[in-house]
């Protein structure tokens, strides 16, 4: 079947230095994006591509002193109280009519909204929540994975992408829903079991890559993060041969993009959102 692939939405804007996500870049400062995708398909339904920040970031820190931490050292700052809420309302949608989320990683800025979505059921790469599950608190907060912030019934509504759809194809990837329509690409290194989600069915084919790297402008300078930012590498030869894959799907003429890339896509609905961010 052919989709006509997903749109995208923002719950948070991190101004940064240019400099920290693209070695070499500067000292201006550019608004990182924190991007929620969303497509309809007949077998999984309404569906998003992560969360984004939410409340819960800032919420649950009395339960999770390292998630507080994370919050005075990063001062995530949504775009309002309520981002995805908002952001499912510029589709006609509320969170409960949300049937799947396809988790790309495990870090905080993606799963942040996971709490919000009742009706919602989970899909992620064995790796990714074999690793998470694997690790002490001390360990997971030290890669940004924080799981209080996953719902309490997290676990039974959780299920593996490998075990979910197809079986792997010739893009290298995992069919998600067995149809070809969208492909779990496995992009390591930033974090162990990310995955990007590829739609070769749309005009050019549609490769979200997650947080394979910040910034488009790195992709096409082949340049890596700056200082301190290039010491977060989960595995940094796993996330160099993660980029080059990358750059091959762009040669061959398909369309990236990156969650936090400053560039307005087109695939964007909401390019009006303050740079500045908002709440938080």
């Not at 920290?20 to 990182?32: A, E, M, N, S, T």
């Not at 091959?248 to 303050?274: F, S, T």
Request: aromatic share 8%; net charge negative.
């Amino acid at each position: 079947m052919t989709l006509p692939g997903p749109v995208f939405f923002t719950s948070s804007i991190m101004p940064v230095m240019r400099g920290l996500v693209l070695k070499g870049g500067g000292r201006k400062v550019v608004p990182l994006r924190v991007r929620v995708g969303y497509f309809h398909h007949p077998k999984l339904g309404h569906t998003l591509i992560d969360t984004g920040y939410s409340k819960h970031v800032f919420s649950l820190t009395k339960q999770d002193w390292f998630l507080k931490l994370y919050g005075l050292l990063l001062r995530p700052k949504i775009i309002n109280d309520a981002p995805l809420e908002s952001g499912l309302a510029r589709l006609g949608l509320q969170p409960v009519d949300i049937d799947t989320v396809i988790i790309t990683h495990f870090h905080a800025d993606h799963i942040g909204g996971l709490r919000d979505l009742p009706q919602a059921r989970f899909l992620c790469s064995k790796a990714a929540w074999q690793s998470l599950q694997a690790k002490t608190r001390i360990s997971n907060a030290l890669e940004g994975v924080y799981p209080t912030l996953l719902p309490d019934d997290f676990e039974t509504r959780l299920s593996f992408i490998e075990d979910n759809g197809g079986e792997r194809n010739a893009t290298d990837g995992t069919d998600i829903a067995g149809d070809g329509s969208l492909i779990a690409i496995a992009l390591p290194g930033h974090l162990e079991g990310q995955i990007g989600v590829f739609f070769p069915q749309t005009d050019p084919p549609f490769l979200y890559a997650a947080d394979v790297q910040w910034a488009r402008d790195a992709l096409l300078e082949n340049k890596m993060p700056g200082f301190p930012a290039n010491r977060t590498y989960n595995n940094r030869v796993e996330a160099m041969e993660s980029v080059e894959k990358i750059q091959a799907y762009m040669k061959q003429g398909a369309d990236v993009l990156l969650c936090h890339d400053w560039h307005l896509h087109e695939r964007d609905i909401d390019r009006n959102v303050p740079a500045e961010g908002a709440a938080g």
